[in-house]
């Protein structure tokens, strides 16, 4: 038929071959219609080759045919929801013909068809049965609009969809079919959602990228969100993967899109930005994260994606922390847009339902994040706790996909390792990481732990400290597996012996790491000593591997004691520190295997013959051709002393000898003397001649002797008084508490001899503390202290004896201070132990933890807790080494308050200081135990400083005043007060603490700010450290203020994004002027002393009170105006961060007004008064140090933090720019008067006076110097300088005034420009200054004062000065400048070479212009 009908329109008979062609055609669609072959393949075949014949005649038909074939379809897809399958490559060429279509009269009504209007709407007012007259493409339109209208089959919905994006569609169009097919979402199975997906990101090509991803996006977090919260139940578990599934099958389909269409991609990107910023009102939600590190994957956008997602993690984090700790607005401003931990914790929990594809890219991500924040917080990015919490966040997912995933496992062990040899900063949290994966699931590890044997292949660019990290964080990885233990030793074995020393170095410390770990291992057993004993066969086994692997490792050890002195040096430290371990001295075998080690090099140094003076040939330790040492004797009786103790531990039969041997050595230390080797007290101990070289090397050898004798003699001292066990009558001399102080007066003879003597070229001492001289460790220290530090708790049963035995010690002031200098120095890591001959000065290794608390606890109640209890000061009863000021070196007292601080600060560090307070509380039975609650913690905590306080009190009320020891309390609370303000606003770890706690901080709180309120107002001294402690205090405490926070009611943290949330309170102006008086206070205090002192002009005002110039000096006025512009720098830089979530709530609240019934948007426009009055305090504040005439530099700061608050400005009057729906309100305009009008008075006045006339006169001659009461005389200027120099001051001051004027004009002109959009005028509350140009003639500054002399022959010498340098403030009137004038102007400025600026403002007061 159809060839037929083709004939007879071949025959010239067209009109007729039409007709019937558009009957047959009408009839097959018509057939096709009525019996949808979907289901009968054969059938089906016949329909699909007619349909392809259709295509052929389709050029033929006529319009009519065309328009009833298209809405017979039409009518098909409304009665039935779908289209015949057969027809879906025949109906979009069908369309686009009907398109082309040129006009037509068809009847309204006919076909189920409505008339429409030119513009293609529905034309509803037309009659049924009118004619009327469409164009093909209105046609089109209508059809394509009326299927989106229809209801379509759920399951034909994809057939659909791929239908319409078939169509060739104009731009109304387009977005129609777009919003139809998006809310199909959610008639669709689970099953059908990728193949829709699919079809939407092929739609998107017609140019709906950002709504169609914002559509699916959208659909997937609404059905995340139905989900239950437990997957307990069968059913529930079974949607959730199902759904996991679906969303992985998503992905791919997104990334084969991406693929196809880059723009695809590029709209993703720019979507996540949006979302991530709360544009609109939303997030990113948890698939779109998917798909970011799916388009992560691509190498087109590897970077781009990995850049945006750190950035978004980073940036939510440090929003989050940053709300929470601003609390003067954080209830005006709305929730964080999405949580960071919310989206890395699904991405690994759904790996295991389609999602693993994403799960390389995550943890690629992770490591990225963790390698950033290090840098980040370095260069100060972020805050150090934004980066910290990034770093638990990522390492969090880590671990999990460590444990879920098996493909992951090897990349990340070989991430971290790598990380570990080639990153110089930051590689400790890739070890903390390594750490937590062993102690996970080390049978995880255990199968790539050879790459980390391998690690040792690139030590020599590793350092010790690193390799006893990694050691330790893998120990029981080779604890377990022997023959991984045996290829680690192998290696090891053979560094020994490497050319390197550091190589050598670091595999000691390798070894040493390996040994301490058996030997804790077999502490474990209870009786270790008899290989096993009365334990199980399996027990006894592994004590015999361990012991067998102990003892091979000593006896690597023993062949690293005949190397170098250097090597030797490092073996017997780290010995040293091995012996102190409990573990060691309990068990037979390894003791006997160390006195093996020991006894024959003893018996080659002892001198048992009594005839010599010197218990040890100390001439053979010292090489006499070259005057070094070639054998630390310190290092290795040090050793040796530790081994004699574990022996009268063990009551073994050689500890009668070994204390025999060392009481002699003890009582003969205790009577030598300086000339008995050979020195001199006032010889030559300079190290550049061989002479002095040899003096000081056996000094340095005495000195170490000496020291190790006194750690013996205390030790023993300790452990026999202590002890109820007998002793043999021979060796009960040692424990003669004499004998300690006489060795002790020996050391500090030798070593003050040392000290003095041993000076560099420039007569400079070398050795600066005699703690570099002691070899006792903290541990050592902390054992000594804790016997001998008079304690205010007082001792429990049997410390009596105890008192008796170390009265002479506790006596000894001098003695006790050198204890806390060396306690002091190893928690402050300042000096090494062992600092002797031949030994290398590394840094001291970091104290546990449980050292440190012990230590914290010794000095708080052996002197402070004495003030901390006390109510006054008759009620103290100090012991006598707290009476003593320590002449000029540093108090017993003061001493403990420096040892409290640095352990406070060492445990900040580590986030641990929350162990501090339950340690000074309740040590228990399980002494310093690190598992605390934290109810306890938090009211330990305020006790604590409750009690510190007390102490403050009573150290400043005493006579004289004890500043130093206050200061060093005031820095604790200090660190106290920050922690508290971290569980007041729940930030930094401090989840766990109950809002029970949060009260008790936020109390605690306010009792720091009244107290150090009282301080400023009553009892503050003119010491600098003083004042800067106490300013840092009251930053730190003042926001919890009894004005601030009313009855204890912290503000909530954010807004609910409900409409039926409550606004946030009106915001009080008082508030921020209540909590800034204190620092207010004393910026007019030391104004008023600084006109005292640095003014040339008498104060006129006759309510002036003279201040307290012993306060307010020349010295501390400097300090105490730069920390306090330092706080202001700080509180400007929070206003600018609470700006840019300014926009973000404007957008949030008006996404909210469109489901509310609130016509403004109270909580921005509440948000926004909040910020101005803050910066409207801030301004008080500056104002008073605009009006100050402040010393020279002092000017330079205070004139940067004001350009710092006109930049803040100017960023409020962008963000209001940005915002129109923000009106201009009416603490907009006081903050704008108050800037811009009168503190611009007062710089310009600055300006003019400090930086204009003749500054350049007064840079040149080092200032004119103070002419009033408080000046210095005898002072004479500097007038010879390099002509360099002079220029570089002049051109630095002219760099400070020129970036100032062109912040104040910038800012104008955004006021400017606020004004015009919202027709305001605003130009009347900027203050215009006369003086606009300042010109510095940089090539007119001077020679030296000598060459003018000689050339200048006749000339005053201030005359020539003023007439060769010249810095004028010009007073420039622009209001009527003609074109004339401002040529000339232009003429004389290119006729000279200077450095100038020029800044022009035009009559009407429009936007200045800057030349």
Same mark, same amino acid.
């Given at each position: ?18 007709? !019937? ?27 699909? $080759?007619?349909?392809?014949?259709? %295509? ?75 004619? !009327? ?98 997957? $307990? ?178 990349? +990340? ?58 050691? &330790? ?16 030793? +192998? ?173 002699? #050595? ?17 010889? @030559? ?11 000081? &090397? ?5 000195? =170490? ?8 003699? %205390? ?18 001399? /040692? ?19 040392? #000290? ?142 420096? /040892? ?94 109950? @809002? ?50 009313? @009855? ?87 206003? &600018? ?39 409207? $305090?801030?301004?008080?504040? #500056? ?71 003749? *500054?350049?006169?007064?840079? /040149? ?19 010879? =300088? ?126 200045? *212009?800057?030349?």
């Amino acid at each position: 038929m159809l060839k037929g009908a083709s004939a007879i329109i071949e025959n010239g008979q067209a009109a007729a071959g039409t007709r !019937i062609l558009g009957t047959i055609a009408s009839a097959c669609v018509s057939q096709i219609c009525e019996d949808d072959p979907k289901d009968q393949k054969e059938s089906g075949r016949r329909w699909a $080759a007619v349909c392809d014949k259709l %295509l052929e005649i389709l050029p033929q038909l006529s319009p009519r045919t065309i328009i009833d074939t298209s809405f017979r379809i039409l009518a098909e897809l409304k009665s039935c929801g779908s289209t015949p399958s057969v027809l879906h490559g025949f109906l979009p060429m069908l369309l686009d013909a009907l398109g082309t279509v040129g006009t037509v009269e068809i009847t309204s009504g006919s076909d189920g068809m409505r008339a429409q209007g030119n513009n293609g709407d529905r034309d509803d007012d037309a009659d049924a049965g009118e004619s !009327i007259t469409r164009t093909g493409s209105e046609l089109k339109a209508y059809w394509v609009d009326s299927a989106c209208s229809y209801r379509w089959d759920a399951r034909a919905s994809v057939a659909v969809c791929a239908l319409l994006r078939e169509i060739s569609l104009e731009e109304p169009m387009v977005e129609r079919v777009g919003q139809r097919m998006i809310r199909q979402l959610k008639l669709v199975d689970l099953t059908e959602l990728p193949a829709m997906v699919y079809q939407l990101l092929l739609f998107a090509r017609h140019g709906l990228k950002r709504t169609i991803l914002d559509g699916i996006f959208g659909f997937f977090d609404s059905i995340d969100n139905k989900q239950p919260s437990s997957e $307990a139940e069968p059913e529930a578990h079974k949607r959730w993967r199902e759904l996991g599934d679906i969303e992985g099958t998503v992905m791919h389909h997104f990334s084969y899109s991406v693929k196809q269409d880059f723009e695809l991609g590029n709209a993703l990107i720019a979507y996540a930005r949006e979302r991530s910023e709360g544009a609109g009102g939303g997030s990113l939600s948890t698939l779109s994260f998917a798909c970011l590190l799916t388009l992560a994957r691509i190498h087109r956008f590897e970077d781009a994606v990995t850049s945006l997602l750190r950035t978004i993690v980073m940036k939510g984090i440090h929003d989050s922390l940053a709300l929470q700790a601003t609390l003067w607005v954080r209830a005006y401003l709305p929730p964080p847009a999405f949580i960071p931990q919310d989206l890395l914790a699904p991405v690994v929990a759904r790996a295991a339902y389609g999602w693993d594809q994403v799960t390389q890219t995550l943890v690629q991500l992770s490591l990225n994040i963790v390698d950033y924040s290090v840098g980040a917080q370095r260069r100060g990015a972020y805050s150090a706790g934004a980066c910290a919490e990034a770093r638990r966040v990522c390492t969090g997912a880590l671990r999990s996909a460590f444990a879920s995933h098996e493909f992951v496992r090897a990349e +990340l062990v070989d991430q971290i390792l790598s990380r570990f040899v080639f990153q110089a900063d930051g590689h400790e949290h890739f070890i903390d990481l390594l750490r937590d994966l062993v102690a996970d699931d080390a049978d995880l590890v255990r199968p790539y732990a050879s790459k980390i044997v391998d690690i040792f292949d690139s030590i020599s660019v590793v350092s010790p400290a690193s390799i006893e990290q990694l050691l &330790n964080a893998t120990a029981p990885l080779f604890l377990e597996d022997a023959p991984l233990r045996a290829s680690l030793t +192998l290696v090891l074995r053979k560094i020994l012996f490497a050319q390197s020393f550091d190589d050598r170095k670091t595999a000691l410390s390798g070894l040493f790491v390996l040994a301490a770990q058996h030997m804790s291992a077999l502490s474990a057993f209870e009786q270790p000593s008899d290989t096993g004993a009365g334990l199980d066969t399996r027990s006894r086994r592994r004590v015999d591997e361990l012991l067998s692997a102990s003892l091979e490792i000593l006896g690597l050890l023993r062949r690293c004691l005949t190397q170098q002195p250097e090597v030797r040096a490092v073996s017997y430290e780290k010995l040293a520190q091995l012996l102190d371990a409990p573990f060691v001295g309990r068990n037979g075998v390894l003791t006997s295997a160390l006195n093996d080690m020991f006894r024959s090099e003893f018996s080659k140094y002892y001198c048992r013959d009594k005839s010599y003076d010197s218990p040890v040939n100390i001439q053979m330790c010292i090489n006499s051709n070259t005057c070094k040492v070639s054998m630390p004797v310190a290092n290795f009786l040090h050793c040796f002393s530790k081994l004699t103790l574990c022996y009268s531990n063990a009551d073994s039969e050689g500890s009668t000898t070994f204390l025999g041997e060392w009481n002699d #050595m003890c009582d003969r230390f205790s009577k030598v003397q300086i000339e008995d080797f050979e020195l001199d007290p006032t010889g @030559d101990y300079m190290l550049s001649s061989p002479y002095g070289l040899r003096n000081y &090397n056996t000094a340095l050898l005495v000195i =170490g002797c000496l020291d190790v004798c006194l750690e013996h003699a %205390l030790l023993y001292g300790i452990q026999r008084a202590s002890s109820s066990r007998s002793m043999p009558d021979e060796a009960l001399s /040692i424990d003669r508490p004499e004998l300690a102080m006489e060795l002790f007066s020996k050391f500090c003879r030798f070593s003050d001899v040392l #000290m003095s003597r041993c000076v560099d070229d420039r007569k400079k001492r070398i050795i600066g503390a005699v703690d570099e001289l002691s070899t006792m460790s903290l541990p050592t220290v902390v054992r000594i202290l804790r016997a001998i530090l008079p304690e205010r708790r007082g001792r429990g049963a049997g410390s009596s004896s105890m008192d008796d035995f170390v009265a002479l010690w506790g006596a000894n002031n001098r003695f006790i201070r050198h204890l806390l200098e060396i306690a002091l120095a190893r928690i402050q890591r300042r000096s090494s132990v062992g600092f002797s001959a031949g030994a290398s000065r590394n840094v001291p290794p970091v104290p546990e933890t449980r050292t440190v608390l012990e230590l914290a606890y010794v000095v708080f109640f052996g002197a402070v807790a004495y003030y901390c209890s006390a109510s006054s000061s008759d009620e103290l009863d100090l012991p006598s080494p707290l009476q003593s000021k320590g002449g000029k070196s540093r108090s017993t007292l003061y001493l403990c308050c420096e /040892i409290l601080g640095a352990c406070a600060s060492h445990l900040c560090d580590r986030a641990m200081l929350d162990f501090l307070p339950t340690a000074l509380a309740r040590p228990g039975s399980a002494e310093f135990s690190l598992a605390i609650a934290p109810v306890d913690a938090c009211s330990d905590m305020s006790a604590l400083v409750a009690g510190l306080w007390n102490a403050v009190r009573l150290l400043m009320t005493q006579k004289p005043m004890a500043v130093k020891e206050s200061v060093s309390i005031l820095t604790i609370i200090q660190l106290l007060a920050g922690r508290l303000a971290e569980i007041a606003t729940g930030v930094n770890g401090s989840s766990g603490y109950s @809002d029970q706690c949060a009260q008790k901080a936020t109390d605690c709180l306010k009792l720091c700010a009244s107290r150090v309120v009282g301080i400023i107002n009553n009892d503050i001294t003119g010491d600098i450290g003083l004042l800067k402690t106490v300013i840092g205090l009251l930053v730190r405490c003042q926001p919890f203020s009894q004005q601030l926070v009313a @009855d204890g009611e912290m503000p909530s943290l954010g807004w609910s994004r409900s409409g039926t949330a409550a606004p946030p309170p009106f915001a009080i102006s008082s508030l921020d002027g209540k909590e800034m008086a204190p620092i207010n206070h004393l910026v007019v205090n030391a104004g008023s002393a600084s006109r005292f002192l640095f003014s040339e002009i008498e104060s006129t005002d006759e309510d002036s009170v003279e201040p307290d110039l012993d306060i307010y000096t020349a010295r501390t006025i400097p300090a105490l105006v730069v920390a306090i512009t330092a706080w202001i720098r700080s509180e400007l830089h929070q206003v &600018n961060w609470a700006l840019t979530q300014l926009k973000r709530s404007v957008q949030v609240e008006l996404s909210e007004l469109e489901s509310s019934d609130v016509e403004d948007l109270q909580r921005s426009i509440g948000a926004e008064r909040r910020i101005c009055l803050r910066i409207t $305090a801030l301004a008080h504040i #500056m104002m008073h140090l605009l009006k100050t005439s402040w010393p020279k530099a002092t000017n330079d700061v205070v004139l940067r933090t004001f350009q710092e608050m006109h930049k803040t400005l100017g960023a409020l009057t962008r963000a209001k720019i940005n915002c129109p729906d923000l009106p201009i309100t009416e603490s907009y305009i006081d903050v704008l008067s108050l800037i811009c009008s009168d503190l611009n008075t007062e710089a310009y006045t600055m300006l003019i006076e400090k930086y204009g006339n003749n *500054s350049t006169e007064d840079i /040149i001659a080092g200032g004119k110097g103070s002419k009033g009461k408080g000046k210095e005389k005898n002072i004479k200027p500097r007038l010879a =300088g390099t002509s360099k120099n002079t220029k570089s001051q002049v051109l630095k001051v002219s760099t400070l005034v020129s970036s100032l004027v062109f912040q104040i004009e910038t800012t104008e002109k955004y006021v400017v420009q606020l004004g015009n959009k919202f027709k305001t005028p605003l130009s009347h509350y900027l203050k215009r200054s006369t003086a606009r140009d300042f010109r510095i003639e940089a090539n007119a500054i001077p020679e030296p004062m000598a060459q003018a002399y000689d050339n200048m022959d006749g000339y005053d010498n201030e005359t020539a000065v003023r007439g060769q340098a010249s810095m004028e403030v010009e007073a420039d009137h622009m209001e009527q400048q003609t074109e004339s004038g401002l040529e000339d102007q232009e003429d004389e400025r290119e006729s000279n070479v200077q450095l100038e600026e020029d800044v022009e403002v035009s009559e009407d007061g429009s936007s200045p *212009s800057t030349e």
